[in-house]
């Protein structure tokens, strides 16, 4: 499966553009080996779980976000950067939503 590929590439450290520039890999494809890197690199530690899910039950817009950005801070350094360049790219994969079907709205 090429989701396993990609996902094995990004653990030895070889960068998501080389695949998008380089083969034609579907966006699902991409997706899903996302996935599988960030459950393999355990982007969050196991300590932040119960933060996590306490922000799930959260309503208030600003309780949230003071929330969000307090997991965000107890983030290592790679962690963090980690994350941000997951969400970079998830933004991108948004802008051309109108190409590759993916808006960003979830739907049940």
Known sequence: ??????????V??????????RHHVPVFDMCQAIKLYLMKVRLFPPMLYPFIEGVQALTDPSEI?????MILMLLEPTRFYTLKRVVEFF????EHSATNHMNGRFEE
């Open 65 to 69: 976000t003071e929330n969000v950005t």
């Open 91 to 94: 933004g991108r994969v948004v």
């Open 1 to 10: 499966m090429m989701s396993e590929q990609l996902m094995r590439n990004m």
């Open 12 to 21: 030895d450290g070889v960068p998501l553009e080389v695949w998008l520039t």
